[in-house]
């Protein structure tokens, strides 16, 4: 006899156990570090649980450094702790690289954790197309609570003020920047439950004979001998964003 569930399998509700038609609820509960703004496909995503080598460090300061932790985690047992370090302009940054994606709306979301010495961080993707590179960046900087982007001459322009965020132990709070690598603009920028319309702002371009790839990056940078010290964790980069 053909075993299998009533037609009406995917509509009915019981009184405790109910059906689950969502496959990105489903991959979350299963235990996917996409949980957040599940918008776009997945092209690439890291809980660090393997370690750092899918990412360039890049460290400037004295002492800086981008090293794993299990201090505070947001998933898993792992996520990474970044110390600027102090100096002139201390900063550290991962940076992973990949292969250009179809040309459209990416994004690269990724979550943050303020520990110490709070200054600026940076959320920035790097569009490479062999004879320029497109910098789309946006800065939260944390004494002057405001959002600011990175604007067609490379300088910080703000677009949100009043920017209060909580500091607190094993906090996460989470972003995700949108670009357009076709035309080369501004989406948008979301933290927590805010989202920042930023439609057809242009980005900052420079001469670069790099080959066609695409890098995104969270940067910390400190404030001469007080070093900025935040954990990251779930990065994730996605294309044909809405």
Same mark, same amino acid.
Request: with cysteine.
């Given at each position: 006899?053909?075993?299998?569930?009533?037609?009406?399998?995917?509509?009915? +509700?019981?009184q405790?156990?109910?059906?689950?038609?969502?496959?990105?609820?489903?991959?979350?509960?299963?235990?996917?570090?996409?949980?957040?703004?599940? !918008?776009?496909?997945?092209?690439?995503?890291?809980?660090?649980?393997?370690?750092?080598?899918?990412?360039?460090?890049? +460290?400037?300061?004295?002492? !800086?450094?981008?090293?794993?932790?299990?201090?505070?985690?947001?998933?898993? !047992?792992?996520? $990474?702790?970044?110390?600027?370090g102090?100096?002139?302009?201390?900063?550290?940054?991962?940076?992973?690289?990949?292969?250009?994606? $179809? #040309?459209?709306?990416?994004?690269?979301?990724?979550?943050f954790?303020?520990?110490?010495?709070?200054?600026?961080?940076?959320?920035?993707?790097?569009?490479?197309?062999?004879? +320029?590179?497109?910098?789309?960046?946006?800065?939260?900087?944390w004494?002057?609570?405001?959002?600011?982007?990175?604007?067609?001459?490379?300088?910080?322009?703000?677009?949100?003020?009043?920017?209060?965020l909580?500091?607190?132990?094993?906090?996460?709070?989470?972003?995700? #920047?949108?670009?357009?690598?076709?035309? +080369?603009?501004?989406?948008?920028?979301?933290?927590?439950?805010?989202?920042?319309? #930023?439609?057809?702002?242009?980005?900052?371009?420079?001469?670069?004979?790099?080959?066609?790839?695409?890098?995104v990056?969270?940067? $910390?940078?400190?404030?001469? $001998?007080?070093?900025?010290?935040?954990?990251?964790?779930?990065?994730?980069v996605?294309?044909?964003?809405?």
């Amino acid at each position: 006899m053909p075993h299998g569930a009533p037609d009406d399998s995917n509509v009915r +509700k019981e009184q405790s156990v109910y059906s689950l038609s969502d496959l990105a609820e489903l991959a979350a509960r299963l235990g996917s570090v996409l949980l957040y703004r599940r !918008s776009g496909d997945v092209l690439f995503m890291d809980d660090f649980e393997n370690g750092l080598g899918a990412w360039y460090v890049g +460290k400037s300061g004295t002492n !800086s450094d981008a090293a794993l932790s299990n201090d505070y985690v947001l998933s898993g !047992s792992i996520a $990474v702790f970044l110390d600027s370090g102090t100096g002139a302009s201390p900063e550290v940054r991962i940076t992973h690289t990949m292969c250009p994606p $179809v #040309l459209g709306r990416v994004g690269f979301a990724i979550a943050f954790s303020p520990y110490t010495g709070l200054n600026t961080t940076l959320f920035e993707i790097m569009q490479y197309d062999g004879t +320029k590179l497109t910098r789309y960046g946006v800065v939260y900087d944390w004494p002057g609570q405001e959002l600011r982007y990175r604007d067609v001459d490379g300088s910080e322009v703000a677009f949100a003020t009043d920017v209060q965020l909580r500091s607190a132990v094993g906090l996460y709070h989470q972003t995700k #920047l949108v670009v357009n690598l076709s035309t +080369k603009c501004y989406v948008e920028f979301i933290l927590n439950d805010t989202e920042y319309a #930023l439609d057809n702002v242009e980005a900052w371009q420079q001469a670069s004979t790099t080959p066609s790839s695409m890098d995104v990056s969270v940067m $910390v940078r400190g404030a001469l $001998v007080v070093p900025h010290r935040c954990y990251v964790d779930n990065a994730v980069v996605t294309q044909n964003e809405p």
